[in-house]
């Protein structure tokens, strides 16, 4: 744990943690800083101003990054007959119905995305205290509850992300990874702020973004400078 204390001590020396970069430099910087021995996953971090309780305030959603997240996600597909068939051909890796709520009762979780058909979702009422803590259970608003499921397969097995404002306004997802070209994760990032400002509620007043950072998966994060509308 010191070696790490000191590796992380040693990038954040390198940081002006009083600045905020314009999005290339910070991009290049959290690039350079990365200690991380593996391909470090890249996440970008919203504070909001925001009040969740508030029900147009409580933002949701989900958006298709350009040039992906770096990692191939595991998609499990809960359909029936044809769109069973559908998800198999789109490259789903486990398709099914009850024989998969079964599974998850007893406790598989092998998979990252879970995607459903309409009239699965009154069983899957069965396991929602199981996959809602986990962020897995289907919903409309990040469109994997959906008659569509060659598409959403295919978006969520490549760059589909979701994000989901917290109860202290923040946002935080994956953009990429550290091994990505620069501008690609500048791309990436570039698409998700543009998404973030255009849901701003209407009932927000003042400023909305009131911190912007990118960071590796241990690393410290590097204040974003935000671009002037």
């Known amino acids: 744990m010191a070696k790490k204390g000191k590796k992380y001590a040693e990038a954040l020396s390198k940081i002006d943690k009083i600045k905020k970069y314009p999005l290339p430099e910070a991009v290049d910087l959290v690039k350079s800083i990365s200690f991380e021995k593996f391909d470090a996953t890249v996440e970008l971090a919203f504070n909001l101003n925001l009040d969740p309780r508030k029900a147009e305030q409580n933002l949701r959603g989900a958006l298709v990054l350009p040039h992906g997240t770096g990692k ?6 809960f359909a ?54 986990k962020g897995l259970m289907p919903n409309p608003k990040t469109g994997t509850v959906t008659m569509d499921i060659a598409k959403t397969v295919t978006e969520s097995k490549g760059g589909k992300i979701t994000y989901r404002v917290d109860k202290f306004g923040n946002i935080q997802v994956v953009v990429g990874k550290v091994s990505f070209d620069s501008a690609k994760l500048v791309d990436n990032i570039t698409l998700v702020i543009d998404t973030i400002n255009r849901i701003r509620p209407a009932t927000v007043k003042g400023v909305y973004i009131k911190n912007l950072a990118i960071s590796s998966s241990m690393g410290p994060g590097v204040k974003v400078e935000q671009l002037k509308k």
Request: avoid cysteine.
């Open 72 to 77: 191939d996600k595991t998609v499990l597909v």
């Open 80 to 133: 029936k007959g044809e769109k069973a068939k559908e998800a198999q051909e789109a490259g789903a890796d486990f398709v099914g119905d009850d024989d998969m709520i079964e599974k998850i009762k007893g406790g598989w979780f092998d998979f990252d995305v879970v995607i459903a058909t309409p009239d699965m979702m009154s069983s899957l009422g069965k396991i929602g205290r199981l996959l809602g803590p």
